[in-house]
């Protein structure tokens, strides 16, 4: 076994899970705020119960991300070593403002906002929520910086070590690589978010009409109807729901939108920037602009020997890369040669690499994972803007239908923004091979270009046996908060508004609330259930 191969897999494993939560705290935190605004502005009890149904939800999310993020940091100093070394100067000032700044305000504010029910004014609540969410949407920008920087090295010089260094901080964080990865990220955050509310207010809307609390009237709209004897399914309730829907609903419509512009704008930085990438999600393998819309070969295939494009589109390639139908693109084949001739063939003969060192470096991805994943991640990410368009037709009578089917497949609907976003990365991360550091092609054959081998960043020192109980124990202890994660979920979506509003089971009301007070102002037993909700 290669401990590289193994580091590697770690990394992926445990990112890959983390990610599987940023872009829900991120796309439903933003809805929860905007739910809690319209509470305070309105005043309208559904607005309330949203905010506390889905900010219940976004809290579980969120706790279990924090949980899975702190392994994040921790592995550079422990597996990647020498990737540390090489671009700690770089990473630290990003790394500091996320952690000191962003993270510390977001934990911050969302502990206000956690236990400030009923115990500050409502204004004062409200933008403790704000901040919580602007903090998590600023945390995600300093992480993308760093992560951009290795796809798009700027802002840093040589010293006498061929160590970068960095001169220029602004150059760093207004890198074009990060600000369109911010704007892709978050519109697929927000992809996640309205498929989630979507999803789950479906599911609810069926289990009234199955449960028999809500009818369908002759014109085909429906009668809302209430159980009296149960918290939570009263005819506010079945608001709760169809508002949570389509508000569900039009966010993945736009969320949609918005992924395919960044990621249209995403992907003609890249054919500058990383070209061999672009050709490898192309499967091009020779200069033209045809784009490929199903090419096969050997899965473990990294170079064009057995490639077959069996459907092309003329000129589409000339346009996603440089806006010009028609325009060639450089293909694998033609892009390998000024690899070879700008960072050599073999891997240096560096005592650090250990096995590594002197092998034939290969400069073409695995092509079957760039092809696919690229695809998956535009056909995955369709999917939340169909079923978004789809929900909004069928719910425009004010239910949803009674088909078990259809509401299941509401809910695995769930599944494929986040799917989307996973492939995305992947292809991002692993594209970007054999370099952890790509090269900023603006330097290439100057000799002050940055780049970093992958080979080269693990850390010399570790064994395989001491990864392998790393990467066992690190999968082991997040399938097991997989389980706490996804038996929450469900715990609390089952209990729908009421399981986030303990104060509905106590049948506790007060009418004379001042215009400025919480429904759970100045009643004991509702400030206690604050630790309940927080629980």
Known sequence: MDPLDIARWQFGITTVYHFLLVPLTLGLGVGVALMQTAWVRTGDERWLRMTKFWGKLYLINFILGVATGLVQEFQFGMAWSEYSRFVGDVFGAPLAM???????????????????????????????????????????????????????????????????????????????????????????????????????????????????????????????????????????????????????????????????????????????????KMAAAEAACHTGSSFSVLSIGDPGAVDCNDVQTLIEVPGVLGWLAKGDFGAEMPGIQDLEPQYVENFGAQLPDDPRLGDQAGRDIEYVPLMWVTYWGFRLMIGLGAIPAGAAVVALWLTRKGTVPSSKW????????????????????????????????????????????????????????????????????????YGILLVVLIGLMVKYTRGGVAGAMPDMEHGIERTDRGPDEHPDDGDPDKKNDVLSFAY
């Open 98 to 276: 996320e952690g000191l700044l962003a993270f510390f305000a977001e934990s911050t504010f969302l502990g206000v906002w956690i236990f400030g029910w009923g115990r500050l004014r409502k204004g004062v609540h409200l933008a403790a929520l704000w901040l919580a969410v602007t903090g998590s949407w600023f945390s995600a920008y300093f992480i993308i910086v760093a992560n951009s920087w290795m796809q798009h090295p700027v802002g840093v010089e040589l010293d006498a070590d061929g160590r970068p260094v960095m001169t220029d901080i602004w150059a760093v964080l207004g890198n074009n690589t990060a600000i369109a990865a911010f704007a892709h990220v978050i519109a697929g955050a927000l992809m996640v978010g309205g498929m989630f509310l979507l999803g789950i207010a479906w599911y609810h809307l069926w289990r009234r009409r199955h449960d028999g609390i809500d009818a369908v009237g002759q014109d085909g709209r429906v009668v809302v109807g209430s159980h009296p004897e149960i918290a939570g399914r009263d005819e506010k309730d079945h608001g709760v729901w169809l508002r949570s829907l389509r508000i569900g609903a039009l966010v993945a419509i736009v969320g949609f939108g918005a992924v395919a512009i960044t990621g249209d704008i995403q992907g003609k930085l890249m054919y500058e920037q990383q070209p061999m």
């Open 406 to 477: 259809i509401m299941r497949l509401a809910l695995l609907g769930i599944l494929a923004p986040f799917a989307a976003n996973i492939a995305g990365w992947i292809f991002t991360e692993l594209g970007r091979q054999p370099f952890v550091v790509a090269p900023n092609p603006d330097y290439w054959g100057t000799g002050d270009a940055v780049f970093m081998f992958t080979a080269a960043a693990v850390s010399p020192g570790t064994t395989v046996g001491e990864l392998l109980f790393s990467v066992i124990s690190l999968t082991a202890v």
